[in-house]
């Protein structure tokens, strides 16, 4: 006996064939995908030993901030008036915020001492490495252990020659160290925002969509110069920088029919929190710099060439005696040495 709840036996095949349908409609699709897939990336690697070219060309260029080119221009000024700079190291600029991200990441770089020295390089400050010393123990072990040698390589036995001496003395010192922290990330100071749709009674009319937001935070950071003799402190900074971002949207949906379209398109952006940190360090070395230098602020800038003889990510303490002929005053062009985009150089040869 057929229940009376059972559907017809000529619905039930119709299902039955729609779903057959779909089913191979989806199994196509799937296939169609696959073979679009495959054309991007092979499972098997190429001549080249890959399984994809990774996408992007943009070049390497320079870190900078706004305050770099000061930076740059107090290095030009203490060549261009013969100014002896002190010695500087840079020690624990850490983060004090304790922020973390939702995956477990810090909000906030744990790279702030690098920044430093990069901005103390620019500067035109001799540096004395003392945050990552780990090398120079190793080899200072080395070397009281009789291990090391400076002669050129002879053959598979080695160096040959008398082992390196120790001398009394032959560590520079610093006369000052920098060290600090970032102290404050406030998210959403402010914030504001719209979100408007209209449309009319009518669904097939059609409605439209439009979002748009602005929010506000901030950064802070705190550092002190320290006189390395005598561990007073001699400077003391403290800044603050605010980081905007925006979201906006807007999105179209409407009936045709049968048919439904439903467009929407948006786009936003955040000031990168790392490079605001940088930006603070940077600002703080500037002050600092010409606080040593004794140069009376941007003004002392304006005769000679403010790039000396490297540009915005270079170093003004040269490892050799060949500031005439190095490649100091090219370094933060993008083309340079880019294979692709520096006719100058040799493709293909090694």
Known sequence: MISPFAPPIAAVWTARAAALGSARKLATLLGVSSLALSACVSPTAGPNGLYANPIGNAPVVSNSTPYSASLVCLAGYAQRYGVHAPRIAVGRIADY???AEDNGGRMVT????????????KAGVPLVERFDTSVSEMELKYANNKLISDQPTNGPQGPSGPHRKILEGQIPGSDFYLIGGVTELNYNIKSAGIDLAAGKQNATAGTGEATGQLYVMNVAMDLRLVETKTEEVVDVVSYQKQIIGRQVGAGFFKFFGSNVIDVSVGGGGLEPVQLAVRSLIE??????VANLYGAP???ACMGGDPLGVAGVTGGFTPAYNNLDRNNGRTRQDPSRWDAAR????????Y
């Open 97 to 99: 915020t304790g922020k």
């Open 110 to 121: 744990q790279g702030a001492s690098l920044m430093a020295i990069s901005a103390l390089a």
């Open 283 to 288: 600002r703080a070395v500037v002050e600092m």
């Open 297 to 299: 602020g941007p003004s």
């Open 342 to 349: 520096d006719p100058a150089v040799l493709r293909g040869r």
